[in-house]
């Protein structure tokens, strides 16, 4: 079965709007890691947490081990924002990422 | 600093023949992986190498896929016999044990 499911698969906001996007896991993980995406684009590592909360810029990731899910939380959101947010989990013992099927986020003015 | 570089970007194959994808990871990262994107299947992890020893490649479909690193500075995906399900955009990465940078990818098509 899937091991990693992100919710919801599409998002549209307006402007300055905050998202939450929610990831929730299957098996173990060391680690969540969130990645950006632009249509026909490379994928570009955000945030990586093993657990708890981190920041960077407008970017919160919440990741609560023990209840195998994550969130990623953008605030103010823009318009260069819009692209598709990926999860992804790695195991102990293993670097090989499962990657859930993204959420894609549509920002407008 | 170049990032991970993929070559080629585009590659269209016919059914039958033989792909080889190449990928120079970042220098001095201890570990190369390669997936798979597809729109219906998403990324898939494919195989990875630590200081070029081969550690996981679950992900190989066994038949016609192999990998790759003869050196440090690159590893080769290779796809013989190639069938129309391979299309897809192939993805190398290298870490160095925190971030993982992705290239640009290589879209496989085969007619």
């Known amino acids: 079965g899937q091991q990693v499911q992100q919710s919801p698969a599409s998002l549209v906001l307006q402007e300055g709007e905050n998202a939450e996007l929610q990831c929730n896991f299957s098996s173990t993980a060391t680690r969540l890691q969130w990645f950006y995406q632009r249509p026909g684009g490379s994928l570009v590592s955000l945030l990586s947490n093993p657990s708890g909360t981190k920041h960077t810029g407008r970017l919160t990731s919440t990741t609560v081990t023990k209840e195998r899910r994550g969130s990623l939380h953008i605030s103010s959101s823009q318009i260069t924002d819009s692209g598709t947010y990926l999860c992804?989990?790695?195991?102990?013992?293993?670097?090989?990422?499962?990657f859930g099927e993204g959420t894609k986020l549509t920002v407008s003015s | 600093n170049a990032g991970v570089i993929q070559t080629p970007r585009h590659k269209v194959t016919g059914k039958g023949q033989e792909a080889t994808l190449w990928c120079e990871p970042i220098?001095?990262?201890?570990?190369v992986f390669w997936y798979r994107q597809t729109i219906v299947q998403g990324l898939e992890f494919l195989t990875y190498f630590r200081n070029q020893a081969p550690i996981d490649d679950s992900g190989m479909p066994k038949e016609r896929f192999s990998a790759q690193m003869p050196n440090q500075s690159h590893s080769t995906l290779k796809i013989q016999s190639t069938q129309p399900q391979d299309s897809a955009v192939y993805l190398c990465?290298?870490?160095?044990?925190?971030?993982?940078?992705f290239g640009k990818g290589t879209r496989l098509t085969v007619v």
């Open positions: 992804a989990m790695d195991q102990g013992g293993s670097a090989k990422l499962i």
């Open positions: 220098s001095g990262h201890s570990a």
């Open positions: 990465a290298s870490s160095l044990g925190g971030g993982v940078f």
